[in-house]
């Protein structure tokens, strides 16, 4: 349980950094958007995977 609760932790530090980063370097605004809807997909689906064996759902 811990160990899940660091991992999905570690995946919100990784899309805040992400998202830090987008909104540093892109000058493209709707490139931006874009790249930060990326971000939050690939985070949402990092952390599911991590959260559902704890439900018991694989």
Do not use: E, H
Request: include cysteine.
């Amino acid at each position: 349980m811990i160990s899940a609760l660091i991992g999905v932790l570690i995946i919100v530090v990784v899309g805040a950094i992400c998202f830090w980063a987008i909104d540093k370097f892109a000058t493209d605004g709707r490139l931006a958007n874009l790249l930060k809807l990326l971000v939050v997909l690939i985070c949402l689906g990092a952390i599911l995977q991590r959260v559902l064996p704890l439900t018991g759902t694989y």
